[in-house]
């Protein structure tokens, strides 16, 4: 997080997506293929600094062109089987199972002190993790496989789970191999 006070922050918010949406514009005529994952952090950005109208509004624009951006993945191995989840997926046959445990640890995280970004609560690793706790409550080591890199707020979340949960977490995303230990630091140091 930043030390910068609100109104500061605030200023820098709008100055950072002043910007975006100036390059928005600028590179609208060419592929939007290329802008897709520009696209989705500008909304991010609005949707984070409380203007969620504007990062809806984005993100329906999005979704209505034909801009596609790469869907996040995870893959876990649970009793010897491959399972693959994508973020926001309701598409497993215990997903109400999932989502009760993501819940859970949702309410244990917010107890420890964690802030959600609320639009990234869904990603693909979050449920792929809930799903070995859902299968196996006390296992002590969870593996994943990400084909993006995970976002910062997956990092916080997923140091604090492991702290809390007693279990080692390791996440190999499309840049490193993130080593979540059960003292809440990560192999990265906080470097992705």
């Not at 609005?46 to 984005?58: L, P, Q, R, T, Y």
């Not at 497993?92 to 949702?106: D, W």
């Not at 107890?111 to 706790?133: P, R, Y």
Request: glycine residues 4%; hydrophobic residues 35%.
């Amino acid at each position: 997080m930043t030390n910068l006070p609100n109104d500061r922050l605030e200023l820098l918010i709008q100055a950072v997506s002043r910007r975006a949406y100036q390059m928005h514009f600028i590179f609208a005529c060419q592929s939007n293929h290329s802008l897709a994952s520009a696209t989705v952090l500008l909304a991010n950005v609005d949707g984070s600094s409380g203007h969620i109208d504007k990062a809806s509004d984005i993100k329906t624009q999005l979704y209505q062109s034909d801009t596609k951006k790469r869907i996040g993945l995870a893959w876990t191995v649970t009793n010897r089987q491959v399972y693959q989840f994508r973020a926001h997926d309701r598409s497993h046959p215990r997903s109400h199972e999932i989502k009760a445990e993501l819940e859970k640890i949702a309410n244990e995280l917010i107890d420890h002190g964690h802030v959600f970004d609320a639009i990234l609560c869904g990603h693909s690793e979050k449920i792929a993790i809930a799903w070995n706790f859902v299968v196996n409550p006390h296992t002590s080591k969870i593996q994943v496989t990400k084909n993006l890199r995970v976002c910062g707020d997956c990092h916080r979340a997923t140091k604090l789970i492991a702290a809390i949960r007693q279990c080692e977490i390791i996440v190999s995303d499309a840049n490193r191999i993130h080593h979540f230990y059960t003292n809440g630091q990560c192999s990265c140091n906080d470097y992705f």
